[in-house]
């Protein structure tokens, strides 16, 4: 564990992307966070608020644009070889404009240095999202009615 808690320490940084803010890890941004969630979710579960406000296992990535997140995506290590992909939302004006790919792309490169597998599940009838983890070489391990489970192996 302890080598995990390393691995995820020294992935912190930020850079700045189409003259946004892009970035991990701010703990001002998890209120931003939150209500992008609850836009696009519904009310934000409390493991969730646990995971954002204390796992020390997390990888949290951010894009920001006039101190607001417009796109996020929250990875929690399950373990030193698998980290899993818990949740990712883009605000609604900017969906279709590459943000998703963007942060995706960002971070399964870097965090594809450090775990073997990245894991998801997403929503079995969102189709959009199942051809852009497809797209990124992530293939569905389980299924149900209601959902998809899909696994990245490096």
Do not use: P, W
């Not at 417009?70 to 609604?92: C, S, T």
């Amino acid at each position: 564990m302890q080598k995990l808690l390393s691995v995820l320490a020294v992935i912190r940084s930020f850079r700045i992307v189409r003259n946004l803010v892009y970035k991990k890890n701010d703990k001002k941004d998890i209120v931003n966070i939150i209500n992008l969630h609850n836009r696009k979710f519904g009310q934000i579960d409390n493991l969730t608020k646990l995971y954002l406000y204390t796992h020390k296992n997390r990888s949290l990535y951010t894009i920001i644009k006039d101190d607001v997140c417009i796109a996020y995506a929250l990875y929690i290590a399950r373990d030193n070889n698998e980290i899993h992909l818990k949740g990712i939302a883009v605000e609604d004006n900017y969906l279709g404009k590459g943000f998703a790919k963007k942060i995706l792309s960002d971070s399964i490169s870097e965090l594809g240095n450090f775990f073997k597998i990245i894991s998801l599940n997403v929503v079995s009838d969102n189709t959009g999202a199942i051809s852009l983890y497809k797209s990124f070489g992530f293939v569905i391990e389980s299924e149900n009615e209601d959902e998809i489970s899909m696994i990245f192996k490096k």
